[in-house]
């Protein structure tokens, strides 16, 4: 049973461009949360999709936007990079419905230069 | 809005030696409590929850948590740590909201472990 999958591992982007990242969730589950980590900062929240519908969002600005697929899947885009967007970016998968545990993937490390 | 505070930022212990790591909440009602794990360049694994009923609750690699609702605490407890426990160790909460739970993190405490 595959878990949590988040491509590219690594990824490294100048300012101002536009990046996607992309996960694919726990089997069985139908629920995407993304999470920002700064270096030696816990997770925060940016968004979670349901049903391909944006169902809560983080302090985040709209330069972060994402999709949800059909089949659950998931993209996580950041437009206008900024110095600040570095850091590792997590994906979770849930199963929607009340108290169901995330499971986080490895995530994918963002370096704007 | 609820809030997490990991007091202790980074705990040495030896190996062999008993380990607790603290957690704070800030919310009106009980919430779901999680002690997550990271390695060095890793995402996140799940080592225990908390969603009612019994305030003692057990997760994987020998690690208990308890919590005391009048503290507003979730303590990570292991009674004997090995070196490979070395790791950044997050508590989170999650507000019960019928499947829309966000999770909201503390700042992470990190553990070494000396021979």
């Known amino acids: 049973d595959a878990g949590v999958t988040q491509s590219p591992t690594h990824l490294i982007k100048t300012r101002g461009q536009q990046v996607t990242l992309r996960c694919s969730p726990k089997s069985g589950h139908d629920t995407v949360s993304w999470y920002q980590q700064a270096l030696g900062q816990g997770p925060q929240f940016i968004f979670q999709?349901?049903?391909?519908?944006?169902?809560q969002r983080g302090n985040f600005p709209d330069r972060f936007s994402g999709h949800q697929f059909p089949n659950y899947s998931s993209e996580l885009n950041v437009n206008a990079l900024l110095l600040g967007d570095s850091a590792l970016y997590l994906c979770a998968s849930s199963l929607a419905g009340d108290g169901e545990t995330q499971y986080f993937g490895p995530g994918t490390r963002l370096l704007v230069l | 809005a609820q809030s997490v505070t990991q007091p202790d930022i980074h705990i040495t212990v030896s190996e062999g030696a008993s380990l607790e790591l603290r957690c704070n909440y800030s919310y009106g009602a009980t919430p779901y409590l999680f002690w997550y794990v990271q390695s060095p360049g890793q995402g996140l694994q799940l080592l225990l929850k908390?969603?009612?009923?019994?305030?003692l609750v057990q997760g994987i690699k020998g690690f208990e948590a308890e919590f005391k609702r009048s503290q507003s605490s979730f303590n990570l407890r292991k009674p004997s740590v090995h070196w490979s426990d070395a790791a950044e160790y997050f508590c989170a909460v999650g507000v019960p909201n019928f499947g829309n739970e966000k999770l909201t993190f503390g700042t992470g405490t990190r553990l070494t472990i000396i021979p």
């Open positions: 999709y349901y049903e391909e519908e944006e169902r």
């Open positions: 908390y969603f009612s009923g019994d305030t």
